[in-house]
């Protein structure tokens, strides 16, 4: 059973949706030791390269029947990998904070590199609908924002990811989310983050 972890701060020991990713996949490697867990920082280049105008360029070629060049194809190659690496998980953990009342940056190139065209969905001209192309699995998302609550008009975070991974066929989609993670004081932030570790567990049992 292959996880993979998606993180999708900066802020390491200090991101509160790092911490609660924490306690998830410590209480879920007690109760699957035999599992991998995988882990994707999409703030390093390395794992989330960079998309820029060869690439899509590369990717819209065959729209405008174009031939893909040298350039694209090697270009290409990180993007692709990216892909597999992916699409070979059983289940996906993704945690992340609201910047902005969405993702951050560096998690929207990795979608972006990640929402290709023939790869991961199709496209119906008849119903200008998009198929999703992967296999559906377990999502789980652990979402932070300092004062945005859940369907409030100004959250972008959760629709939009729902809305990705739906589009690429995959709606098994598990969420918990923090809403208030700023407070008068460095201790109720910590007590109130720390408030959802049985949920951490909870869905760590469940997933």
């Known amino acids: 059973m292959d996880i993979l972890h998606i993180s999708g701060s900066p ?12 306690r998830f996949l410590e209480h879920y490697r007690a109760l699957h030791p035999s599992h991998a867990v995988r882990s994707v920082d999409v703030f390093d280049g ?12 590369h990717k819209l070629a065959p729209l405008f029947g174009e031939p893909h060049t040298d350039a694209g194809k090697q270009a290409w190659v990180a993007t692709e990998q990216l892909i597999e690496d992916f699409d070979r998980a059983d289940k996906i953990l993704l945690s992340c904070p609201m910047w902005n009342y969405s993702v951050p940056w560096a998690m929207k190139r990795y979608l972006d590199n990640l929402m290709q065209p023939g790869h991961t969905f199709g496209f119906d001209p008849a119903t200008r609908q998009h198929i999703g192309l992967l296999r559906d699995r377990p999502v789980q998302l652990i979402l932070t924002r300092s004062s945005t609550a859940r369907c409030d008009d100004h959250d972008f975070q959760l629709p939009y990811l729902q809305h990705v991974f739906g589009s690429m066929g995959i709606r098994d989609i598990r969420v918990v989310t923090a809403c208030a993670t700023t407070q008068p004081s460095a201790q109720e932030r910590h007590a109130y983050v720390e408030s959802f570790s049985s949920q951490m567990e909870s869905a760590a049992d469940a997933f």
């Open 11 to 22: 802020k390491g020991d200090r991101s509160d949706s790092q911490k609660l990713a924490a």
């Open 46 to 57: 390395r794992a989330n390269p960079d998309f820029g105008a060869i690439h899509a360029v």
